[in-house]
C-alpha cells in the first residue's frame, strides 16, 4: 500500500552549524551534476528570507537505510544550508512515498508540490520504473510532464537519479532510464544530479563499501553517503546560477 510522509518541515532544532561533512566527498562538478541554471533559487538568495525546497520522491528520499532520520540527505541538506544562511533561512519538505511509479509521483505535483509553494524541488525518481520494466517512453513522458508542470510555475528543478548498487546493477538494466533522465534534463533545461555515477566512484575509489554484511556497516555506508549527498546538493543550491 503507498505511504506518505506528511510533508516534514525540518525545525530548528536541527543545529544551525552542521557537523563537518565527511572526508572523501568531492567529486568534478560535470561527474556529479549535469549543471543548468536555478533562476528562482538565485532570486531568492539574493533577495533574503526563506528559501523553500522539497525533496520529492520514493521513499528512499525520506532517508531509508540510515541509523536515523537525522542522517538522510534532506536533514543533512537542511543542516548545511542553515550552515550558510542561518535557521530562518532554509526550510526542507519531505513529500515521500513508497513503490511509486514517475508517473504517480507527477501525478501528485498539483495537489502535494505546489501548495508547499518551494522555490526547489529535488525529485529523486527512476528506480521503480527500472526494476518494474516500465516503458521507456511512458516513463519519460511522464517524467517530461512533470518538470514542464513545475517549471511553467517558476519553480526550478533537481533531478536525482537512481542510487548505485552492486546487486541492483547486476539485476536491472538502469542505463535506459539513466539515459532518459539525461535526455529530459536537457530537453527542459534543469540540473540533474547523478548521483548513480557519484555513488559508483565513491564505492570503485574505495571511499565507502557499499556491499558491507552486517546491517551495522550498512548503515554506517549510508550515513556517509547521504550525508555527500546532502552536501553535494546544498552546494548546488547555494551556488545557484540566474538564467543567462
Excluded at 32 to 48: H, I, Q, V
Excluded at 167 to 187: F, G, H, K, N, Q
Aim: net charge neutral.
Amino acid at each position: 500500500m503507498m505511504r506518505s510522509w506528511l510533508a516534514w518541515v525540518m525545525a530548528a532544532t536541527i543545529a544551525a552549524t552542521a557537523e563537518a561533512a565527511p572526508d572523501g566527498c568531492a567529486l568534478p562538478q560535470e561527474q556529479a551534476f549535469l549543471d543548468s541554471s536555478l533562476p528562482t533559487t538565485a532570486r531568492r538568495l539574493k533577495a533574503g528570507g526563506e528559501l523553500r525546497v522539497v525533496v520529492f520522491g520514493t521513499a528512499l528520499a525520506a532517508g531509508v537505510g540510515v541509523s536515523s532520520t537525522e542522517r538522510g540527505f534532506p536533514a543533512r541538506l537542511l543542516a548545511y544550508l542553515h550552515e550558510r544562511r542561518g535557521a530562518d533561512g532554509a526550510a526542507v519538505v519531505v513529500k515521500a512515498y513508497s513503490g511509486v511509479t514517475t508517473k504517480q509521483m507527477a501525478e501528485r505535483i498539483l495537489d502535494d508540490i505546489m501548495p508547499q509553494r518551494p522555490d526547489v524541488v529535488i525529485w529523486q525518481t527512476g528506480t521503480v520504473d527500472a526494476v518494474r520494466g516500465t516503458d521507456i517512453n511512458d516513463f519519460g513522458d511522464a517524467l517530461s510532464a512533470g518538470v514542464a508542470l513545475l517549471r511553467g510555475r517558476r519553480i526550478d528543478v533537481i533531478l536525482v537519479n537512481p542510487q548505485f548498487g552492486s546487486r541492483i546493477s547486476a539485476t536491472v538494466d538502469m542505463a535506459p532510464y539513466l539515459d532518459y533522465m539525461e535526455r529530459i534534463a536537457d530537453m527542459h533545461d534543469v540540473v540533474l544530479f547523478r548521483r548513480w555515477d557519484a555513488m559508483r566512484t565513491y564505492a570503485n575509489e574505495g571511499r565507502v563499501k557499499l556491499d558491507a554484511v552486517s546491517r551495522e556497516k550498512q548503515q554506517a555506508a549510508a550515513d556517509w553517503v547521504h550525508d555527500c549527498i546532502g552536501r553535494l546538493l546544498a552546494h548546488e543550491i547555494l551556488t545557484a546560477k540566474p538564467e543567462p
